[in-house]
């Protein structure tokens, strides 16, 4: 019986010293084990063997990416303007031993090193450039952090600011000045309509006068180019109708046609003169029209000569 009892405590030590023995460790995670109260190892993934009761598991830490809100706060800008600015910060372990025994807590020194040099960053600008600076602010907070945390075996990744509000006197002022320049945009905009309206318009009352005068001045060719031609047709059938007359003159019995057409247009101009007019002006030689048909001919033979 007493043996029995003593085999079950053997047993009972045996698995408390290989409990104690085996350490499994996670994935992205590392152990630091102090031997007798001092640093002796950081235990990697996977499964790890220590003295029991000697060594001991002091700090556990995840590996992984951490993202840390940082708290609100109150920065003042170079114009002298309050801003209440939060964000949050991005961090990773890369040295388990400095993590533990860097600082006593580098959660909190990080966090209050980044409140530190945010107010000072923000400190050195107006307060229109902290809103179009923010990568410039985020840059300058994670590389003041980032060489004081490798001390502390931690590396800053990076930080972005969440929220930059001013007070709200100054948002007011700022909604009035983002609505006048709207509004100067606006009546721009509208003076650029107009003038371009303008501009329009002549050019376009340009265009048609041009066009007018164009239309014009074709009319003026054209109408010059038809009474050419029409003094030239008409020079061109008087000269036909002259060459066709000489013809018919030289021909046998032109004479006496001529002197025929010459004796009715005589007669026929009497005529008219009597139905015209209540006086009539008689030549002399009234009876002696044959004399006027011979000296009508004469000048047409001579003409013939010539």
Same mark, same amino acid.
């Given at each position: ?9 053997? +047993? ?17 995670? /590392?152990?630091?084990?102090?031997? +007798?109260?001092?640093?002796? !190892? ?19 830490? #995840? ?54 040099? +945010? ?7 107006? +307060? ?8 410039? $602010? ?11 945390? =490798? ?6 990744? *990076? ?14 002022? @700022? =909604? ?8 100067? *945009? ?13 501009? #329009? ?17 074709? %009319?003026?060719?054209?109408? !010059? =180019? %038809?009474?050419?031609? /029409? $003094?030239? /047709? $008409? ?18 019995? %032109? ?12 007669? /026929? ?8 007019? #209540? ?15 011979? %000296?009508? @001919? ?9």
């Amino acid at each position: 019986m007493d043996f029995m009892f003593f085999f079950f405590i053997l +047993l009972f030590i045996a698995i408390v010293f290989i409990a104690k023995s085996v350490n499994v460790v996670p994935q992205q995670h /590392a152990w630091v084990v102090e031997r +007798l109260g001092k640093y002796h !190892a950081t235990l990697a993934p996977g499964l790890n063997i220590v003295v029991p009761f000697i060594d001991r598991v002091a700090y556990k830490h #995840n590996l992984k990416e951490i993202p840390l809100d940082v708290p609100s706060q109150i920065c003042i800008t170079k114009d002298n303007t309050q801003l209440q600015v939060d964000g949050i910060l991005y961090f990773q372990i890369t040295d388990a031993m400095r993590a533990s025994y860097g600082s006593s807590d580098y959660i909190a020194a990080i966090t209050q090193l980044a409140q530190t040099t +945010l107010r000072s960053v923000i400190g050195r600008l107006e +307060l229109d450039k902290t809103f179009e600076e923010r990568d410039y $602010i985020n840059t300058c907070v994670v590389t003041a952090i980032d060489e004081s945390a =490798q001390n502390w075996g931690v590396k800053v990744l *990076r930080y972005e600011i969440k929220d930059l509000t001013p007070p709200a006197a100054i948002l007011q002022a @700022m =909604q009035a000045q983002i609505t006048a320049e709207r509004e100067k *945009r606006a009546l721009i905009a509208a003076s650029e309509g107009r003038k371009q309206e303008q501009i #329009n318009i002549a050019d376009g009352q340009r265009e048609a006068e041009i066009a007018k005068s164009e239309g014009e001045k074709q %009319g003026a060719i054209n109408r !010059a =180019q %038809g009474e050419a031609a /029409a $003094i030239i /047709a $008409i020079a061109d059938a008087n000269a036909e109708a002259l060459r066709k007359v000489g013809q018919a003159i030289s021909e046998q019995g %032109g004479s006496d046609a001529v002197n025929l057409k010459v004796a009715e247009q005589y007669v /026929a101009a009497f005529e008219k003169l009597a139905k015209t007019n #209540n006086s009539i002006i008689v030549p002399s030689n009234l009876s002696d029209i044959g004399g006027l048909i011979a %000296g009508a @001919m004469k000048i047409v033979e001579s003409q013939k000569k010539s």
